[in-house]
């Protein structure tokens, strides 16, 4: 018999050769080889439960092993023990201890701190299962509840950081859209809410005419008129029939910039010259359809980017066309007025 721990000398003799006591021993902890299982000794090896050692004094896990004969393997000679102190180990200090029978064998349970093992609900452990030999397994359980206690204040003060920062970064997300909206904002004209002159200067105006697209420039017609007979508020009120016509005519993507009173220009990105005239005669139409005070009518200008270099020469080309389209209609009301 071996002894891990070391003991008095007569302790031993007495150990080795009282071997009726030894053996009355070793089974009343159920890890003597001679009297094991064929299942416990596949892997030879036999581990007892723990239990208080008799010249130590500590708490000990015996592993035994057994000796056979070379000519007769079935023929056991004796047991080699080994004993671990490790149940009174620093690492053990404080640990709860149970021994549990299962399908399987036997299970070896270590808790962390017996009170926290006691006010710890089951479901807030963290268990991890090793296997000692084939049939007995150790469990170490954590108290995922004793590290969230331990670690308040810092749960705290992490609370408070997270806060802190949230609203920081709700401030930031505030400002910018605040910024957003005033950015949006300046590119806006006050009455019409469509785009004024500024657009030019922004990414809106370098997509819509990255391509080929059609430049479309529509002028109210007697306006004018309607301001010096009716006055300047239903002069406004004509100029929003317009826009009002536009936005049923155009899509949502194209720009409607205002550049003057009653003055607008229509940049319809991927359009071709001949969408762009059928554009601008439904717009004549929804205008006219309207019957404003029986007068309100648009006059329309349209060229495309397909023969001309730059955006410039588009809109100079488009509003030649809109001066065009005005006189023409001067001449046919001088026309109607001679016959």
């Known amino acids: 018999m071996y002894f891990a721990t070391p003991i008095p000398e007569d302790v031993k003799a007495r150990l080795i050769n009282d071997r009726t006591s030894t053996n009355e021993f070793c089974q009343s902890l159920h890890y003597c080889a001679k009297d094991a299982t064929p299942e416990s000794l596949a892997d030879g090896i036999v581990l007892s439960i723990p239990y208080q050692d008799e010249v130590t004094g500590k708490v000990i896990l015996s592993m035994a092993s057994p000796i056979t004969s070379s000519s007769d393997p079935n023929h056991f000679i004796g047991d080699v023990i080994a004993d671990t102190a490790f ?128 430049v479309i420039c529509v002028d109210g017609d007697k306006i ?47 359009c071709t010259f001949d969408r762009a005239l059928v554009l601008a005669e439904h717009l004549r139409q929804a205008v006219a359809e309207r019957q404003f005070l029986n007068v309100l009518t648009v006059s329309c200008g349209v060229a495309d980017s397909q023969d001309y270099a730059n955006f410039e020469a588009v809109l100079q080309a488009a509003d030649k066309a809109l001066y065009e389209d005005k006189k023409n209609k001067q001449g046919s009301r001088k026309l109607e007025a001679t016959r």
């Open 224 to 270: 004018k008129t309607i301001n010096d007979t009716y006055g300047h508020k239903l002069g406004d009120m004509a100029i929003m029939q317009i826009v009002d016509a536009m936005r049923g005519v155009f899509r949502e993507n194209d720009l409607l910039i205002r550049t003057g009173g009653d003055e607008f220009v229509v940049i319809l990105a991927n």
């Open 87 to 214: 149940m009174t180990s620093g690492f053990m200090r404080n640990k709860h201890v149970e021994w549990r029978n299962t399908d399987y064998g036997t299970e070896l349970v270590i808790t962390t701190d017996s009170l926290w093992a006691e006010l710890t609900p089951e479901f807030l452990f963290y268990s991890m299962t090793n296997h000692l030999d084939n049939m007995t397994s150790l469990t170490y359980k954590i108290s995922i509840f004793r590290f969230i206690v331990w670690n308040l204040p810092l749960w705290f003060l992490l609370s408070i950081v997270i806060f802190f920062v949230q609203i920081n970064i709700n401030r930031f997300r505030k400002l910018r859209t605040e910024r957003q909206r005033f950015s949006e904002a300046m590119l806006l004209d006050a009455f019409t809410r469509t785009y004024n002159k500024k657009v030019y200067e922004t990414a809106l105006f370098d997509v819509a005419t990255k391509g080929h697209y059609a």
